[in-house]
C-alpha cells in the first residue's frame, strides 16, 4: 500500500492546499497544449517504451489534474493512485521541457506534497522483491 493511515481524507485541508496555489497551478493545467513536446525530454518515458502513461503531461493531468477537478473530493484508494504516478512514474528530475514554460516537476512536487498531508505516498519496500 501507499499508505500509512486508513484515516479519512481530510478534503478540507486538501481543498485548502489546492486554493493556496490555484492561481498558477490552474493556469498551467488550463494552457497545457497537449502538444506531448515535454514526454521527449523524460527519460522514464524512454525506458518504459513511450508508454503514454510515463509522459509528463499524462502524469500531471492524472494526478494535480485530478485532485482540482475533483476540487480534493478524492478518496484513500484515489489517493494511492496518485502517490503511483507522482513517486513512481517521476524522479523530479526536471529534465522535462515545456515550449510553454510549464514546470512539471514543481507540479508533481505539489501532489506528493499533498499526498504526503493525508499521509499518503508511496513506499519503495512496498515493491516486491526479485526471487532469489
Ligand atoms: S510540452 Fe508543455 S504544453 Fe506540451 S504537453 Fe508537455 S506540458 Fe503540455
Ligand atoms: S521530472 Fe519527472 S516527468 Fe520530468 S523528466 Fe524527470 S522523471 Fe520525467
Known amino acids: 500500500m501507499s499508505s ?3 484515516a479519512p481524507i481530510n478534503h478540507e485541508e486538501v481543498r485548502q492546499m489546492l486554493d493556496h496555489h490555484q492561481d498558477k497551478m490552474k493556469t498551467a493545467l ?3 497544449a497537449h502538444c506531448s513536446l515535454c514526454a521527449d ?3 522514464l518515458y524512454h525506458v518504459h517504451d513511450k508508454d503514454p502513461r510515463y509522459m ?3 502524469k500531471v493531468i492524472n494526478s494535480l489534474g485530478k485532485l482540482y477537478k475533483k476540487k480534493g473530493k478524492i478518496d484513500r484508494a484515489g489517493f494511492e ?3 503511483e504516478i507522482v513517486w513512481r512514474r517521476c524522479v523530479l528530475c526536471t529534465r522535462c521541457y515545456c515550449p510553454l514554460g510549464i ?6 512536487a505539489f501532489a506528493r506534497s499533498i499526498c504526503r498531508s493525508q499521509d499518503v505516498y508511496f513506499q519503495w519496500s512496498d515493491l516486491e ?3 532469489e
Do not use: L, Y
Open 4 to 6: 500509512n493511515s486508513q
Open 30 to 32: 488550463r494552457v497545457c
Open 41 to 43: 525530454s523524460c527519460f
Open 56 to 58: 509528463p503531461s499524462h
Open 81 to 83: 493512485e496518485i502517490s
Open 103 to 108: 514546470d512539471i516537476p514543481e507540479m508533481i
Open 129 to 131: 522483491q526479485p526471487a
